[in-house]
């Protein structure tokens, strides 16, 4: 059994199992209350689940992309509880669970999922379908872009079924992660996957005032 987090977009956490399937789910569209709701979804998620925190196998922590403070506090909250629950933390890329709940809702063939990235711009990943494991296939490294340059900036545009989505399920996140390991796939890196670069930077130096 898993805990799974995501903070990409809104904020989702549940509680899976590979055999029983999704046991609890709490999930906001807030993108900007991360923070005040993600300690009260997991303790009602916990709690409603019947899973005693000794009985997780561990804890999932969606990547991103996502704006740098949202994507923060859902890794910082899935690192704090695998620490204190003394449990493994597994990465998934959060798109890749988007595409995973599409797939296991009966979809076939290439699929484009497109977020908001904001500042005017959108996020694409691209798959080719499932592999024999039903885990998505990524067809090319995922992107931003405008809106209207889409369909220049995704090689074979017309052949991809686009869904876009506006936020990221944790039960679906936590569901692929137990079907990743289950077929011995690997997880995402450590680094998070931010939108763009964060626009505060470290100090130069204090500056002459004369």
Do not use: N
């Amino acid at each position: 059994m898993l805990l799974a987090i995501d903070t990409s977009a809104g904020t989702s956490v549940a509680v899976v199992d590979r055999e029983r399937g999704v046991l609890c789910e709490r999930s906001s569209a807030d993108t900007r209350g991360h923070a005040e709701i993600i300690g009260t979804f997991i303790a009602e998620c916990v709690a409603e689940s019947g899973v005693p925190i000794t009985a997780l196998s561990g804890i999932v922590a969606g990547m991103g992309p996502g704006p740098f403070t949202g994507l923060r506090v859902g890794i910082a909250a899935a690192q704090a509880f695998a620490l204190g629950a003394d449990a493994p933390l597994v990465r998934v890329v959060s798109p890749d669970a988007i595409a995973f709940a599409h797939y296991s809702a009966g979809a076939t063939g290439p699929l484009l999922v497109v977020t908001d990235a904001r500042r005017r711009e959108v996020y694409w990943s691209a798959y080719r379908g499932v592999d024999d494991a039903g885990i998505p296939d990524r067809a090319e490294p995922a992107g931003l872009a405008r809106p209207d340059d889409l369909a220049v900036a995704v090689a074979g545009y017309d052949s991809y079924e686009r869904l876009d989505a506006a936020d990221v399920s944790a039960a679906a996140l936590g569901l692929l992660a137990e079907a990743m390991f289950s077929a011995g796939r690997s997880f995402a890196g450590a680094a998070p996957l931010y939108l763009r670069a964060p626009d505060a930077v470290a100090s130069a130096g204090p500056k002459r005032v004369s």
